[in-house]
């Protein structure tokens, strides 16, 4: 889980630092400038500085610190029984002819396609700066074994999306976190979505509970 996580970290769908030629200024791509034939200049990486005061997600899990602290995180997850494999166990002791679990998943994305959905949201003000914020939900995210999916950069703030499990009371959704700058500290935004259901019987109220008191606790 420790390495699956951290891998996850460095191929979410974060889109490429742009290149330009040093010598005419095109945009390039490769090794040589396809504009005016000039060997390109390997770009020298950015110094990390203080993560801690940072916004940008690939500066912050670049460093040494950060990562060992989400590594740590990845090695306290333990293994949870997801709605699937629940489906699957109690599909195998009842005779209905359809496996549960495999109804399950054309039961789903068909409610989705008639607009059915669940969810929640809520925002609370952290007493830390933006880049310590955006470790502990990176810990947090790996120590309940939720998959980052993605990551949507701004200027001012760091969106993350990462799977919100499925469990014995919904299926499996995703989890929206914003981390914006603030005056002190950080603002964080969190959603949960959950397509194909109508209900989740409290479970992103649970889960947005869960992540708000990782986040406010001492790192």
């Not at 009842?94 to 969810?119: F, N």
Request: aromatic share 6%; with cysteine.
């Amino acid at each position: 889980m420790q390495r699956d996580f951290l891998s996850s970290l460095d191929s979410a769908n974060q889109p490429p630092a742009a290149r330009y030629c040093s010598h005419c200024g095109a945009s390039a791509e490769n090794k040589f400038c396809s504009s005016c034939g000039q060997p390109l200049a390997a770009s020298p990486a950015a110094p990390v500085g203080d993560w801690r005061q940072l916004i940008c997600f690939e500066e912050v899990v670049r460093a040494p610190e950060a990562r060992a602290r989400i590594q740590a995180g990845a090695a306290r997850s333990r293994k949870r029984l997801s709605g699937e494999e629940f489906l699957a166990m109690a599909g195998s002791v009842m005779s209905i002819g359809v496996p549960l679990d495999k109804l399950a998943g054309v039961v789903q994305p068909l409610y989705a396609s008639w607009g059915v959905k669940t969810g929640k949201e809520q925002r609370q003000r952290v007493h830390a700066p933006p880049g310590e914020t955006l470790v502990r939900v990176l810990c947090s995210l790996a120590e309940r074994g939720q998959e980052l999916q993605q990551v949507q950069q701004a200027d001012d703030a760091c969106t993350l999306v990462a799977t919100f499990p499925s469990d014995l009371l919904a299926l499996e959704g995703r989890l929206l976190v914003t981390v914006e700058r603030a005056a002190e500290g950080s603002q964080v935004l969190a959603a949960t979505k959950i397509e194909g259901q109508a209900f989740d019987w409290g479970k992103s109220r649970r889960g947005l509970e869960r992540l708000f008191t990782d986040l406010q606790r001492a790192a």
